[in-house]
């Protein structure tokens, strides 16, 4: 895994001297995180006014728990696992500490996002995690060809049929569970619950696959059937759909009725951190508004950070509002973490879908 170590220049020195000087506690912040998410000019920024230096260790989900694992919680500061990733490996590896909410500035979040993360991520009573980089799948819709989508379980619409595509994967199972006015995430810890949503989920998508163009498998595949109108309506990430949208105007991103659901990268504490205060000033630093969107400009995705997108690419920031409405904010269904014996389930589902004729 490679490792990038940027040392406080010169020049960043001067810059905190001038206004005052380092702090006293001023040290290193070591940071377990994905590509992306701390762009070298957010790093020297945060170093010149906080006087502490960042040592960044790109990684993924995997890698960070496998990591962390292996030392009890040490060798790090601060980690960026997804929210899901988060209550499971503490009841079991006790690798995080909790997060001292005092220390963190909530003004900077939208309020949605930090509580549902902070439920996501609870043990006992103590908060485990925050959120920073987001994302969503829905649906990604050729509005002059099929505006009539607006929700998931629209895709079996007769209006659309044979133009429509999407994966037989677990968010295809999800979102149309949702659609359905069922809630899949209740049911997550009651598997005989579970089961009976899914199996109408498995009726309902049997029912549907006659109208179904293809089930994409990947993200060039999908953004060639919408390209060139082979398919008009499909479940897709935001970013594919604003992507499109850079090409043809009509394309673009559309959050469901039923919610769009969500995936949070969040900042955790290792259980053996040896700085804390410097990952508190670098949680505070980069919810700014202005830092995040620079986070946003190297990542391609948004932060959870409040008014970052009036900061954002003129052309980003009109797709994103025009997909994401505050309402389709706060109807957002972020991924919670899951059970034990639930994919079991979905891989049953999936595979009978794709057997069915």
């Not at 509005?143 to 429509?164: E, I, N, Q």
Request: net charge negative.
């Amino acid at each position: 895994m490679k490792k990038q170590s940027i040392m406080l220049s010169t020049a960043a020195v001067a810059l905190a001297l001038l206004s005052g000087g380092a702090p006293a506690s001023a040290d290193t912040l070591r940071l377990l995180t994905w590509g992306g998410y701390a762009p070298d000019d957010v790093i020297a920024k945060f170093e010149a006014e906080t006087g502490h230096t960042v040592e960044v260790t790109k990684s993924n989900n995997e890698e960070m728990i496998a990591k962390l694992r292996a030392t009890g919680g040490g060798g790090f500061d601060l980690a960026q696992p997804s929210q899901d990733r988060i209550a499971g490996p503490q009841e079991e590896f006790g690798i995080y500490k909790p997060i001292d909410m005092s220390q963190i500035d909530t003004s900077l979040f939208i309020p949605s996002m930090l509580e549902a993360t902070k439920g996501n991520t609870m043990v006992g009573a103590d908060v485990y995690g925050v959120p920073h980089v987001w994302g969503t799948s829905g649906l990604v819709v050729d509005t002059k060809m099929a505006g009539m989508v607006k929700d998931y379980t629209d895709l079996c619409s007769d209006d659309v049929a044979g133009k429509v595509s999407y994966r037989l994967k677990r968010p295809t199972l999800i979102g149309f569970a949702f659609s359905m006015g069922l809630d899949p995430f209740a049911a997550y810890g009651d598997e005989a619950a579970y089961a009976d949503i899914m199996s109408k989920v498995e009726a309902k998508l049997v029912e549907c696959k006659p109208g179904v163009k293809t089930y994409w498998g990947g993200g060039d595949e999908l953004m060639g059937l919408l390209r060139s109108g082979e398919v008009v309506a499909s479940m897709a990430w935001d970013t594919g759909g604003w992507k499109l949208n850079a090409d043809n105007p009509d394309i673009t991103f559309v959050a469901p009725a039923a919610g769009a659901l969500g995936w949070v990268d969040t900042f955790v504490l290792p259980a053996k951190g040896k700085s804390d205060a410097a990952a508190y000033a670098w949680i505070n630093f980069v919810m700014q508004p202005e830092v995040a969107a620079m986070i946003t400009a190297a990542a391609g995705n948004f932060t959870a950070s409040l008014g970052a997108d009036e900061f954002a690419d003129a052309d980003l920031k009109a797709r994103y509002q025009a997909s994401f409405p505050q309402e389709a904010i706060d109807n957002i269904k972020w991924y919670p973490p899951v059970p034990a014996g639930l994919e079991a389930i979905e891989g049953g589902v999936l595979d009978r879908v794709k057997a069915a004729n």
